[in-house]
Every structure is written in structure tokens, then in C-alpha cells.
């Protein structure tokens, strides 16, 4: 299995809803990356998991929560969003730094997400 | 700190025609590049990438790249277009740090005319 898997693919929430987004790889690959990415613009990277632990997170607003369950799985979690908050948001896996060379980052589809 | 910039926010060729896509980085140690590739509604593929083994890197889908330190370029190229290249190309500069965070240059939209 050599792919990301994003869940749903499509997304519409109201502001005061509650939702998640679902990534999978099973792939091994223990880095694992959350990105926003507006129309006509390229992907900003919201969070970095390392060996299922948050290493980064890029001054994001507190309304996104994100989960790292185990090593094939990362979650988006959504509440109280607001209507500028709506992108691809797309997640991306890595081999460990271990495994040597530039180990270039899969993206999964990505979950288009509209906020109303 | 990295940065990369890619020139044109848009290029339009022929089917047939060179492809050429520029892309300058700027590192402050030996750089990871990538170019990536979007569809509409998709996510990113990998076309190609420059890990210090080869400045003159072979992608898929007939695309390549060559690396310039002394031009600080990774410029995209493609001998003949085809209408099914038409898409949004990201160049990417990567740190060595453990968590390989990407810096994206702005995209170039390829569009290709019959």
C-alpha cells in the first residue's frame, strides 16, 4: 500500500458544528504533516506529528485540534469554524529521518471543506 | 531561512512545444528540492526530486530538472508538452532538519493549447 487515504472527501459544516477529518497511510512512515491550502495558493502547513507526537504547530487557531492515535492514523478535529476557514486541507506522510536520504513528503486527495 | 520563487504565475504552450518552468531557491546549507504536481480537486504527486546524487534529475511523466548551484535555479523541463499536462506545478525546498518541513514556492498554472 504505497497511499494516503483522506477522509471524506467532500465536507460541508455550519459554524457551530463539530467534525473531524481522517488521514491513513500504512506505509510506515512516522512523520506526518496537516496543510491548508486556499484556492490559487500552495499548501501552508498547519501541523507536524513525529512518531505520533505534535512537533510542530503553526500558530493554529485552537478551533483546529489535531489527534495522532497511532502511527498510521492523524485526525483533524473541527468545532466553531469560520467561513474563511474553508480549503483543501490536505495530509501528507514521510519516512523517519532513519531511513536516510531526502525522503520527500505523499499527500493524500485532501477533504474539501466548506464552512456556511 | 528557505525560500523558493517560481517565475510566471502562468505559462501557456502548444502540445508539442517545450515546457520550461523556472524556479530559484535560496538555502542557507545544500538544499532538498522537489517539484510537485496538482490537478484540479487533487492532491500533490511527486514528479521529481534533487537529493545531491545527480544535478541533472529524470521525473516521471517525461519531466526533468536540472540543478544549478552556481544559478541557485531547479528550473522543470518537458522536450513536448501534452494536453494532459495542464496543471498547477510546485516547486519545494526542503530543510534537513528531522521534520522536513516544505517551503512552496507560489505555483505555476501550465496550460496547454491544441
Known amino acids: 500500500d504505497t497511499e494516503v487515504t483522506q477522509t471524506p472527501k467532500h465536507l460541508v459544516m455550519g459554524m457551530t458544528n463539530k467534525k473531524s477529518l481522517k488521514c491513513e497511510q500504512h506505509m510506515g512512515h512516522r512523520a506526518m504533516y496537516w496543510y491548508k491550502q486556499k484556492a490559487k495558493k500552495p499548501p501552508e502547513l498547519m501541523f507536524v506529528y513525529s512518531y505520533e507526537k505534535l512537533s510542530i504547530n503553526e500558530s493554529v487557531p485552537s478551533r483546529f485540534s489535531p489527534e495522532c492515535p497511532n502511527s498510521s492514523l492523524l485526525n483533524l478535529h473541527l468545532h466553531a469554524l469560520q467561513p474563511e476557514d474553508s480549503a483543501l486541507y490536505l495530509c501528507?506522510?514521510?519516512?523517519?529521518?532513519?531511513?536516510?536520504?531526502?525522503?520527500?513528503?505523499?499527500f493524500g486527495p485532501g477533504t474539501r471543506l466548506t464552512v456556511l | 531561512a528557505q525560500s523558493v520563487t517560481q517565475l510566471g504565475s502562468h505559462v501557456s504552450v502548444s502540445e508539442g512545444a517545450l515546457v520550461l518552468l523556472r524556479c530559484n531557491y535560496s538555502?542557507?546549507?545544500?538544499?532538498?528540492l522537489f517539484w510537485y504536481v496538482q490537478y484540479p480537486n487533487q492532491g500533490l504527486q511527486l514528479l521529481l526530486k534533487y537529493t545531491s546524487a545527480a544535478t541533472l534529475v529524470k521525473g516521471i511523466n517525461g519531466f526533468e530538472a536540472e540543478f544549478k548551484k552556481s544559478e541557485t535555479s531547479f528550473h522543470l523541463t518537458k522536450p513536448s508538452a501534452h494536453m494532459s499536462d495542464a496543471a498547477e506545478y510546485f516547486c519545494a525546498v526542503s530543510d534537513r532538519s528531522g521534520y522536513s518541513t516544505l517551503t512552496f514556492g507560489k505555483g505555476t498554472m501550465l496550460l496547454v493549447s491544441p
Open positions: 538555502s542557507s546549507v545544500p538544499p532538498y
Open positions: 501528507a506522510s514521510r519516512p523517519s529521518s532513519a531511513s536516510g536520504g531526502a525522503n520527500e513528503q505523499f
